[in-house]
């Protein structure tokens, strides 16, 4: 179908058919066209593609693929026929994992490409749109009770005790106490770092730069950091020159302490948000902490003031940080 060219719309890459004009014409133009992808998108994009796509349908051209090819592919997909485990090189693997999550994420990612194809009228249709397939995760996100809260927090209190290393403790903490994403508190810098407003300058997320506020839970967990000399990460690692990735090591104890066996990093981020919205903020407040940034939510988003975002973040932050055993003195993040 689609040769060995690929080419990109704003949500994705897309693979062009063998018929296009000029080899790279449209790869050259697509690039040019919407927002631009966030580098880790761009890779899991790509790696999609590249691992279940064009295996799957790659001989094939555009326009011959039909209704029961998708639906075949997503059944495929599911099944485990593209999962592989494979060495490529020292110390570097090649894992592709098969199952409903990633065949969702597949099939996300060739509409978009049939969707760039019709833009510049390779195809007239879509057939993605009417297979008889799932495309979204319908259900409901998990987030953490109270009780629950109470029980990670605990679980926190006790790996600290038993000598668990202090960053990871600290790594988690911040998932539960700000709601960002996995890798914008491993990956964060002292430079996107304002302790004296209380505030996170994110330079490059999922949804591009972000200013998250800051509860005082999370500015005293930061405070207590003591900066590494030839490292701007507030996280570094404790060999070579990247960021701390060890906190995977403690996860599977931390659910076992806590009785929470579904619980990842990213129910935490679900947490805050329910946490903020069940206090009553305004959502475009519970937006602003969580660095939410969609079409139809950023113009919104853009008329937050930082001010009512700054004590919506405090709020609940401080609601998360009680239960955990975390009570925080109430003063300014001032110094």
Not at 100 to 112: N, Q
Not at 204 to 215: D, E, I
Request: aromatic residues 6%; hydrophobic residues 35%; contains cysteine.
């Amino acid at each position: 179908m689609f040769g060995d060219q690929r080419f990109g719309a704003g949500c994705g890459h897309v693979v062009a058919d063998q018929a296009a004009p000029r080899r790279g014409q449209l790869s050259k133009l697509a690039f040019g066209i919407g927002q631009p992808m966030q580098p880790l998108t761009k890779q899991y994009t790509l790696s999609r593609i590249d691992h279940h796509i064009v295996p799957l349908l790659g001989r094939k051209r555009l326009g011959d693929i039909r209704i029961p090819d998708v639906e075949q592919f997503a059944k495929d997909v599911t099944a485990g026929k593209t999962a592989k485990d494979e060495k490529v090189g020292p110390r570097k693997r090649i894992i592709v994992r098969g199952g409903e999550g990633a065949a969702r994420k597949a099939l996300r990612d060739l509409s978009a490409m049939f969707s760039f194809a019709m833009r510049y009228e390779l195809i007239d249709r879509n057939p993605v749109d009417k297979a008889a397939v799932r495309k979204t995760d319908n259900q409901n996100e998990r987030y953490l009770s109270v009780e629950e809260v109470q029980r990670l927090g605990e679980a926190f209190n006790q790996l600290e005790a038993e000598g668990a290393n202090p960053k990871a403790i600290a790594i988690s903490r911040l998932w539960a106490l700000t709601g960002c994403r996995r890798n914008e508190i491993a990956e964060l810098t002292w430079s996107e770092v304002d302790l004296e407003r209380g505030f996170l300058i994110l330079r490059s997320t999922k949804t591009g730069r972000s200013v998250r506020p800051l509860g005082m839970a999370a500015v005293e967990i930061l405070r207590s950091i003591a900066k590494q000399d030839g490292s701007d990460f507030v996280f570094p690692s404790t060999t070579g020159e990247s960021f701390y990735q060890g906190t995977k090591k403690i996860w599977p104890r931390v659910k076992t302490l806590a009785e929470l066996p579904d619980v990842t990093p990213h129910t935490l981020r679900h947490t805050m948000g329910s946490t903020s919205t069940s206090a009553g903020q305004a959502l475009a407040l519970t937006g602003a902490i969580l660095g939410h940034k969609n079409p139809r939510s950023t113009q919104i988003y853009a008329h937050v003031q930082m001010g009512p975002a700054k004590r919506a973040a405090e709020r609940s932050s401080g609601r998360i940080a009680a239960a955990m055993g975390r009570p925080v003195r109430k003063k300014s993040a001032r110094r």
